[in-house]
């Protein structure tokens, strides 16, 4: 399949080569203001149950399908990532993007890089700034699998089937963490839009906004697991979703979703996987339909969160020193650990920082 692919390419390209209407056409279809074409079937959106982590599987109806990152590979179950793609019959992956190179979205590439033709894998370029076993495992697994990477950098575009798809993150010359590093991408499919946002936090938000880009989407991915630090009340205003999804864990270190962001998604239908397992959303270019892996969960108005409400005290898993909550000098993200008292991080070995009297 994959060969006869390349050698249809090849042969539009001799074609368009001294055709300058002809690569205008394919120039406008994906340009600004482009009309898409007709959606002619049912889309569907599997928000992979990963655990702390993150996958989505997009399938078009037209038979395309795009894997967004592939979990982690240290849980106890089966792979959810293998059991997705034999669901929907997958044997070729159209596009793989892998949004950033953090273990609990890469952990699971291996799988699908040595078991499935791939035409087309994005990847965020992150050399002299990242790098960890998982990650150059992955790339070694490209190289040895011929397979195309690309590392894009916003705006790009892509169609999926009939689908549009948008880069709109990482943009050049930004100073950020990997996680700011993460591929936005921004779905079309007939008046239907998804975003799906990695673990993109409040910098890549407001430099999306700076740049003017269109955000708005029926559908959100919460970035970041729905972290305190993503989604910021600046970026839902432009995105205003009506529906989200969260991916993350069961009794999670981090405490995802944290209270501060459920808060600011107030009226809009949110959904964790934690609660859910996998969530299916399916669209005919026009309506949105949200399923579950235990039913229909389109009655869902408003997931709940862990009760982040107790929690007053976060201690940092490397130093074992426990701050208050609102110290100026807390740790990064992923190295806390919450606690409702000093009690609690006591008996757990934790030192008391200096912000505590």
């Known amino acids: 399949m994959k060969k006869i692919k390349l050698f249809i390419t090849a042969l539009l390209l001799v074609l368009f080569a001294n055709t300058a209407t002809g690569c205008q ?3 406008d279809s994906l340009g600004d203001g482009a009309v898409l074409p007709s959606a002619s079937g049912l889309l569907t959106v599997e928000y992979i149950d990963v655990g702390q982590a993150d996958s ?15 979990g982690a590979a240290d849980s106890n179950d089966d792979n959810p990532v293998e059991k997705a793609l034999k669901a929907q019959n997958v044997d070729e992956l159209d596009v793989v993007v892998a949004t950033h190179p953090h273990y609990d979205h ?4 291996d799988y699908v890089i040595k078991n499935y033709d791939i035409d ?9 700034n990242y790098t960890s076993a998982t990650y150059e495992k992955m790339l070694k697994d490209l190289e040895e699998y011929n397979v195309n990477t690309v590392y894009p950098e916003a705006p790009q575009e892509f169609m999926l089937g009939e689908a549009k798809c948008q880069i709109l993150n990482p943009l050049e010359n930004q100073e950020k963490d990997c996680n700011e590093y993460s591929i936005v991408l921004k779905m079309t499919y007939g008046e239907n839009s998804f975003l799906f946002t990695g673990d993109a936090g409040r910098q890549s938000e407001y430099n999306m906004i700076d740049r003017g880009f269109d955000l708005s989407a029926d559908v959100l991915k919460v970035g970041h697991h729905g972290s305190a630090y993503s989604s910021t009340r600046e970026f839902l205003d432009e995105v205003r979703p009506e529906y989200a999804v969260i991916s993350c864990g069961e009794g999670n270190d981090y405490g995802h979703p944290h209270k501060e962001t459920i808060d600011r998604l107030r009226g809009v239908k949110t959904y964790i996987t934690k609660d859910l397992g996998d969530i299916y959303i399916t669209s005919d270019g026009k309506n949105i339909e949200v399923k579950s892996e235990f039913g229909d969960a389109s009655h869902v108005e408003a997931a709940k969160p862990e009760d982040n409400t107790n929690i007053k005290y976060i201690g940092n898993k490397n130093s074992m020193i426990v701050h208050r909550a609102d110290c100026e000098a807390l740790p990064k993200e992923e190295n806390r650990v919450y606690f409702a008292s000093l009690s609690e991080a006591r008996g757990k070995g934790y030192k008391e920082h200096t912000c505590i009297e």
């Open 25 to 27: 056409l394919i120039e």
């Open 56 to 70: 989505i599987l997009v399938s078009a109806p037209t038979g395309e399908h795009m894997l967004i990152d592939a």
């Open 106 to 109: 890469i952990g699971r590439m």
């Open 120 to 128: 087309n894998f994005y990847l965020p370029d992150v050399e002299g």
